[in-house]
């Protein structure tokens, strides 16, 4: 998905000159084509995220179309303020694009894990928030990324994940996309998290359980219709994320059904990272597993829910 970014920014930004690429001291090797053949629309901060942010809003401001690329967090909390004060309240459109969500950068610690972004970039006015789910759904996001007029932020993985979106489901921003369908449960996801469900999907199959796969690309604004009428029919809804419970995609659908289906709270159960700091370190399958949030788990979750 990095690659594919960075590849096809450099494609619309030989055709707009407005187009800008900012980066916070990082990114040497993937970016290194953009920066020596535009160099007038690259851009490296340093290690000065703040700064680079309100770099970015005084670019928007000015009709430029501005794309920020750093690690995980480092793009969002570290920068929130300017975030919110500078792109969100100004209503600039300023595309933030993060990589190594969730635990993509485990073996960094704790600094470099990216848990609470969603929720956090979920509760800014005027913000979009996209995880798409693999390299060739990033590059059908680039193409609605360029004319986007407000703040946008973009939750990547680091890269080299199996690609299971198809183009004939299409991209649209806002509309989630089912992959599968089903008539006993349905898996809602987001991001690199598609693959584990589709796969937790053929496992549950095999055990005579038709289980369907929702794959919610933009998780604010929200498709609260399209997601509710995937999940009605159903008798359980199992949320799998990369991020704390708190503020992400379950949340979302909770609130979404709160407002519009209160019948359907019942059948919805959350899998994601625990509300607590979760301080250790390893590889991503390993935190993961350490979190449960693996093939097994979910489909322990959907049988537990079925039969319950």
């Known amino acids: 998905m990095r690659d594919t970014f960075v590849k096809t920014l450099l494609e619309e930004a030989r055709r707009d000159p407005n187009i800008i690429l900012i980066t916070g001291d990082l990114g040497y090797g993937v970016l290194d084509e953009f920066a020596k053949e535009l160099p007038g629309q690259f851009l490296n901060s340093g290690v000065n995220e703040q700064a680079?942010?309100?770099?970015?809003?005084g670019y928007a401001s000015t009709g430029k179309r501005v794309f920020v690329y750093s690690i995980g967090n480092f793009p969002t909390l570290r920068c929130l303020e300017q975030i919110r004060n500078d792109v969100c309240l100004?209503?600039?459109?300023v595309v933030v694009v993060s990589v190594g969500a969730g635990y993509a950068y485990g073996s960094q610690g704790y600094t470099h894990h990216?848990?609470?972004?969603?929720?956090?970039m979920r509760a800014l006015p005027n913000m979009t928030v996209?995880?798409?789910?693999d390299a060739d759904?990033?590059?059908?996001?680039?193409?609605?990324t360029v004319d986007w007029p407000h703040p946008m932020y973009i939750r990547l993985g680091k890269g080299g994940d199996k690609v299971v979106s198809k183009e004939e489901f299409g991209f649209e921003l806002g509309k989630a996309i089912q992959m599968r369908s089903g008539?006993?449960?349905?898996?809602?996801?987001?991001?690199v998290m598609t693959q584990l469900a589709l796969d937790s999907a053929d496992l549950l199959k095999e055990k005579g359980i038709d289980v369907g796969v929702v794959h919610v690309h933009t998780l604010k604004p929200f498709d609260a219709e399209g997601v509710i009428?995937?999940?009605?029919?159903?008798?359980s809804v199992v949320t799998v994320e990369e991020h704390i419970v708190n503020g992400g995609l379950g949340t979302a659908l909770l609130e979404s059904c709160s407002e519009q289906r209160p019948d359907l709270l019942g059948k919805i159960a959350r899998i994601g990272i625990s509300d607590k700091f979760a301080t250790e370190y390893g590889s991503q399958?390993?935190?993961?597993k350490h979190w449960g949030i693996t093939s097994d788990k979910l489909v322990n979750a959907m049988m537990k829910k079925i039969r319950g």
Do not use: H, Q, W, Y
């Open 52 to 57: 680079m942010m309100g770099l970015a809003a």
């Open 90 to 93: 100004m209503n600039n459109p």
């Open 183 to 191: 008539i006993d449960g349905v898996f809602v996801t987001t991001g």
């Open 114 to 120: 990216a848990l609470e972004d969603i929720a956090i």
């Open 229 to 235: 009428e995937a999940i009605e029919r159903v008798k």
């Open 130 to 133: 996209v995880a798409p789910c």
């Open 137 to 144: 759904e990033m590059n059908r996001l680039m193409m609605s």
């Open 285 to 288: 399958n390993s935190l993961l």
